[in-house]
């Protein structure tokens, strides 16, 4: 059995709320400019209403990745500030992993069951010494494990 470790990669609220911030002041400087430059002032809006729209995205999608996630090796463990939830690897319906070229990679963790995070737990995967630093073999072990313990409770009949 593995050790209890830490599988994820978070982003700080703070971070988050600074990159918010910053984009946003980019996207009002561009739709102020073009007071400036009325010559230019429907692309100055145009660009400033984009930069607004995917600052917004960028939270979202970021702030999807603040729960901590631990592999205690018979289950996975979620984590948010106070709050806790965990999962057998039977209750896991389905990991996925998206190769990101240059260390973007995501998983996705699908769960039978709804917990106070939702059904699916998205998380960038952390490389562990546990697997000579490489998320893929990390990966293929947890699909390996889910796959043993959905196995053996249709065995047992749980």
């Not at 988050?16 to 102020?32: D, E, P, T």
């Not at 059904?119 to 390996?144: C, T």
């Amino acid at each position: 059995m593995l050790p209890a470790m830490k599988i994820s990669i978070n982003p700080t609220r703070q971070g988050i709320r600074m990159r918010w911030h910053v984009m946003r002041l980019g996207a009002v400087s561009a739709i102020l400019a073009a007071f400036w430059f009325p010559n230019n002032a429907a692309a100055l809006v145009g660009i400033g209403l984009m930069v607004l729209v995917a600052a917004y995205a960028s939270k979202l999608d970021a702030e999807d990745l603040l729960v901590e996630v631990f592999d205690d090796g018979d289950k996975l463990r979620f984590v948010l500030g106070d709050v806790t939830a965990s999962a057998n690897m039977a209750a896991i319906a389905k990991v996925e992993f998206e190769d990101g070229g240059d260390g973007m990679d995501q998983v996705t963790i699908t769960l039978a069951q709804t917990t106070p995070f939702g059904k699916v737990i998205r998380l960038v995967p952390e490389p562990v010494y546990v697997f000579e630093w490489n998320v893929k073999v990390w990966f293929a072990d947890l699909q390996r494990r889910v796959q043993n313990a959905k196995t053996s409770a249709s065995v047992y009949g749980a």
